[in-house]
């Protein structure tokens, strides 16, 4: 099963335990950090700022208890996501290309891209809320081609519908299945994927968003709403994710 340090530790049939791919032995210790160095890639020389937090909690009181229900992240977790928003992006430029062109032209994927950053860079108070802030960045392109604010939401339909068509991980599908069958499953996002729309809902006793809940991971109020509707207190709850901060450290703190 996996553990609580979420999508980066996993312990198999053997009963050994194994961080990123690499054996470990237990208890943890510091020394085993330099294990964590991989996920700082994507962080920037920067990312090593939550290395303080792992050190809590490989030597804190994050001790498995009894897992009477998991709550997992969805994006880059069950299912990859560079190539779902890459589709869903192709999709809303033909859809615009028919109908709205003078959009379509002013607004080349690069651009699109550039707008959707800067109106998450103008809305932090929308950080939240993916939605929303592609919805305003509809509302800005179709202004700026002279176009008509109409087509706002049929243009976020074709982007959405293709958001949510994934691919996913191969074994991710069984293994959901196989949780499912001992414990409560729960989703808990920062994205606004639909598992109604995706074919998921009937694995998850429910999806919790951001957007839903009017905060992202790493709040720690997002976690504890999740374990309130699971009837759970949050020792009992296991969280599995991809992200070192979101979810590893949210989740911890939490």
């Known amino acids: 099963i996996w553990i609580h340090l979420g999508s980066l530790a996993v312990r198999g049939g053997d009963g050994k335990l194994a961080i990123l791919g690499q054996a470990v032995e237990e208890p943890l210790v510091p020394a085993q950090l330099p294990l964590f160095d991989e996920l700082t890639r994507h962080h920037g020389e920067d990312g090593f700022a939550a290395r303080a937090d792992v050190e809590e909690v ?4 994050g001790v ?3 897992c009477n229900a998991i709550t ?4 880059d977790t069950i299912w990859p996501i560079a190539p779902v928003i890459l589709r869903a992006e192709n999709a809303l430029g033909a859809w615009l290309r028919e109908h709205a062109p003078r959009t379509a032209a002013l607004f080349p994927l690069e651009a699109m891209r550039m707008l959707r950053d800067e109106v998450a ?3 932090p108070q929308l950080a939240h809320d993916f939605t929303r802030q592609r919805l305003i960045s509809l509302e800005r392109m179709l ?3 002279g176009d008509d604010r109409s087509l706002v939401q049929p243009a976020f339909d074709a982007f959405f519908a293709a958001r949510c068509e994934v ?3 191969d074994d ?3 293994a959901l299945d196989r949780l499912a069958a001992r414990v409560p499953l729960a989703a808990l996002s920062n994205g606004n994927a639909d598992l109604g729309r995706i074919g998921l809902m009937h ?3 429910f999806q919790l968003g951001a957007r839903e809940h009017g905060a992202a991971k790493p709040a720690a109020s997002i976690f504890h709403a999740a374990c309130e509707r699971l009837q759970c207190p949050p020792g009992e709850v296991l969280h599995v994710g991809d992200d070192i901060e979101m979810d590893v450290v949210g989740a911890h703190r939490a």
């Open 58 to 61: 490989i030597e804190g009181d």
């Open 72 to 75: 997992l992240d969805l994006d």
């Open 172 to 174: 991710s599908l069984d």
């Open 143 to 145: 202004d700026a081609a």
């Open 64 to 66: 498995i208890g009894a």
């Open 167 to 169: 691919e996913h991980y």
């Open 121 to 123: 860079a103008e809305h």
């Open 203 to 205: 694995v998850f006793a």
